[in-house]
């Protein structure tokens, strides 16, 4: 298989990856992401709520649990409230409600502290996948199956993808540091 194919497909990983992570990182607005895998026991299987309920948002910072088992309410609860969210559950019959308060200064710049970690450790892996292309690269021109050429030219292709996925990185932070700082 190619090797610049190859490193695609790393980097959509990567990518999907970064999106997924930051959606579990709460904003100023609420979504579904940020609670859904939250586990809680139930029938002595760790289950996440996504699997117990259904999870919707009320604009503009409210989350709802309609549970499906309405024995699981207080454990749900308890499993939210026990969460990295730091949010207060509301339990009304089979459904939870969290009213999600608006963001402190300190707040703010800790989770600006965690997604720009986060955004780091995957531009890491790129440069490591960056890295292996290469070395692919040069293995082949070393075997001969590459002219010097053809690598140089291999070579300019996985900067360019790498470029490229580099800039998305760097949208999707960009985008979550303003929703974090509405």
């Known amino acids: 298989m190619d090797i610049v194919k190859n490193l695609e497909i790393k980097l959509k990983s990567l990518l999907e ?4 992570e930051f959606q579990t990182i709460r904003g100023s607005r609420p979504s579904p992401r940020m609670i859904e895998d939250i586990k809680v026991e139930y029938f002595g299987q ?15 910072r409210e989350i709802n649990v ?4 309405g024995s699981m ?3 749900v609860a308890k499993a939210i409230e ?11 019959g089979n ?15 800790e989770l600006e502290k965690i997604i720009k970690k ?9 440069r490591g996948s960056r890295d292996e292309a ?10 001969k199956k590459f002219s010097e050429d053809m690598a140089f030219k291999k070579k300019e292709d996985v900067q360019k993808v790498i470029d490229k996925y580099n800039g998305e990185i760097d949208k999707i932070l960009d985008n979550k540091l303003k929703e974090i700082l509405e």
């Open 134 to 143: 290469n070395r692919e690269i040069k293995r082949m021109e070393d075997e």
């Open 95 to 109: 459904t939870i409600r969290m009213n999600l308060p608006s963001l402190t200064e300190e707040r703010r710049k």
């Open 17 to 20: 990856f970064i999106k997924n």
């Open 46 to 60: 760790m289950t996440p709520i996504k699997a117990l309920g259904s999870i919707s948002i009320v604009p503009p």
């Open 66 to 69: 309609s549970l499906w088992d």
């Open 82 to 92: 026990e969460s990295s969210l730091k949010v207060t559950a509301n339990v009304d």
């Open 118 to 126: 986060i955004t780091e450790e995957t531009k890491i892996r790129i």
């Open 73 to 75: 309410v207080s454990a």
